[in-house]
Nanobody, 128 residues
Framework: QVQLVESGGGSVQAGGSLRLSCAAS????????MGWFRQAPGKEREFVAA????????YYADSVKGRFTISRDNAKNTASLEMNSLKPEDTAVYCC?????????????????????WGQGTQVTVSS
């Protein structure tokens, strides 16, 4: 059983930056695909970014490409999401998630249903 705990959320003005962290425990972190998803009030959960177990494959949603950077440190069992040039539409609860099954990863990385473990989420609020 893998436990995921996010941190680093908060409130910033548009154009600001935040760095989210996801600490994992209870499993072999280096074998897990990691993803970040977000959900704004009244909206469906959406994919933000994903990184494969060895960091070779990295994907971003078009809405955050060029502004957000996902990374991981397998030695520290952590995944991070660096968010720059934040916009009010980035306001949401951000969750990290872990994916076990590597098969067909390049087609599954943005599918929330493929992820096995989820953190509780951290709120990001961007004011204009």
């Amino acid at each position: 059983q893998v436990q995921l705990v996010e941190s680093g959320g908060g409130s910033v003005q548009a154009g600001g930056s935040l760095r989210l962290s996801c600490a994992a425990s209870g499993g072999t972190f280096s074998s897990l695909g990691m993803g970040w998803f977000r959900q704004a009030p009244g909206k469906e959960r959406e994919f933000v970014a994903a990184i494969s177990w060895g960091s070779r494959l990295i994907y971003y949603a078009d809405s955050v490409k060029g502004r957000f950077t996902i990374s991981r440190d397998n030695a520290k069992n952590t995944a991070s999401l660096e968010m720059n040039s934040l916009k009010p539409e980035d306001t949401a609860v951000y969750c990290c998630a872990a994916l076990i099954n590597r098969i067909n990863y390049n087609n599954n990385y943005d599918n929330a249903n493929r992820y096995n473990y989820w953190g509780q989420g951290t709120q990001v609020t961007v004011s204009s």
